[in-house]
């Protein structure tokens, strides 16, 4: 949390700012899309509840109805005192027969289950039988037989299928009612759970936010209140105060200790010192003395440029001309061909171009050569001067160990013969020890000899 803490503390208050709206914005973002998706859950569970469940029962009691209606009017048809009550009579029933069909035929698409499937089956069966028996009622009044259509409609035979029918649609009234009550049950489960996750989110997104506005006051208010301590103590003579956030170069010089090899000492440095100082591209070249010439290292950025070369002599170009000077060099506004920062989306040539010597007590380790799109300021400056120290003592501990290491290679082989020889024998027991033998794959040869950790214990063999 300390490392997060200090890395938001060195942001610009318009970053750290942009930072807090970004993630509110989210979280509002996040808050929205739930309750979206959770609204849209509980419309389409409404809509099938009235798609299956409510005009399914309403279709199935106005069926009912017009059933009852049937059978009702049969009734008044045969009892009706004379003619046009017994045409007004059976006009309703050509009526209720007509809308039973229809509230039917709009009953069949919300019918799910196989039991309420089941239920209409035999309901048009019966239904069907018991029309037939209406019909034939029908046909004994208009022959004037009245009295035969009476008994006719009070027989059991009459009577036993239209029961049935009735009972049928009778449970899927009752079913599509449990149904309907089902889905009802859960969808005001899931619309309860829709607004606890809700209050859950809201409650989530303010203690994100209360959060996130301590995390920026606390990144604004530090800074200042160390500067103002440390303001406050040179003030009353204690000089030997440090001054906060003045520790890049402390920071870069802890990553540079701990480089294993010179490339990876030139990575860590140009990485490091790149976000600080908006460099666009930088190279670093190393001070080959035997060869009095530079070799190129590391690099940050980089792209092939004019007249590029891995090696310069001490006096050729600028990278040379600062070696033979062991002095920095700028030059501003430099020529549009002579190198180009770029991205995928495009490039430009730079501002201004820095070369520095890397100096160890007047000795030249390496030169530095770098490239922005602006100019390097006082800040940028002081920054080099110092962090070019740091980077001259760990190039020269790299170069001491490494002089070290090859020195005890090459002094082995020596201190093995004369333990050999004060042991009186003529060759060493190591049955490596004269014999033609390979290196390891990937150990370097060395003088034509292996290193010793290419051979079991350590022993030297010819290659």
Known sequence: MNSWMVALEKRTLKLKLAFGFALMLLLAIGISVGGVLGNRQLVNNLQVLYETGMKGVS????????????GRT?????????????????????????????????LKP???????????????????????GVDNALNLLVNER????QALVTS????????????????IIQLKEKNAQELFDVSLHEAEQGLWKSIILLGGALAMGI???????????????CLREAVEQLAAGQLSHPVPYRDYANAISTQLQTAASMTD?????????????????????????GQHRLRLMSSYAYRARKNLDQHFAIGQ??????????????????????????????????????????????????????????????????LLDSLIPLLAMSMEILERNSKTEQLLVETQPQGDLRFTRRSGRAQPSHPGFGERRHCRPGCKRRDDLCQPRCVDHAWLCHG
Not at 79 to 101: I, N, Y
Not at 146 to 149: C, K, V
Not at 268 to 273: A, E, G, K
């Open 146 to 149: 009245a009295a035969e259509a």
């Open 265 to 289: 000492l030139a990575q860590s440095f140009l990485s490091n010192i790149a976000p600080l100082m908006k460099i666009g591209q930088g190279v670093l070249y190393l001070h080959e003395e």
């Open 156 to 171: 059991q035979e009459f009577q036993k299928p239209g029961i049935a029918a009735n009972e049928a649609m009778t449970h």
């Open 110 to 132: 919300t019918l799910i289950r196989e039991e309420n499937l089941k239920n209409l089956t035999l309901f048009e069966e019966n239904f069907a039988t018991y029309i037939r």
């Open 317 to 382: 170009g600028l990278v040379g001309q600062c070696a033979l000077e062991q002095a920095p060099i700028l030059i501003t506004e430099p020529p549009e061909d002579y190198i180009r920062i770029g991205s995928s989306l495009g490039d430009a040539a730079p501002r201004a171009i820095m070369v520095l010597p890397v100096l160890s007590n007047q000795r030249l380790l390496g030169v530095v050569e770098l490239a922005s799109l602006q100019d390097f300021g006082p800040k940028e400056q002081e």
């Open 74 to 106: 049969v009734r008044q048809a045969i009892m009706a005192p004379d003619v046009k009550e017994r045409e007004r009579v059976l006009d309703q029933l050509t009526r209720a027969r007509s809308q039973l069909v229809k509230e039917i035929e709009q």
């Open 59 to 70: 279709h199935a009691k106005s069926a009912l109805i017009a059933y009852t209606t049937i």
């Open 211 to 225: 959060l996130l506005w301590s995390l920026v006051v606390r990144s604004v208010s530090t800074p200042i209140d």
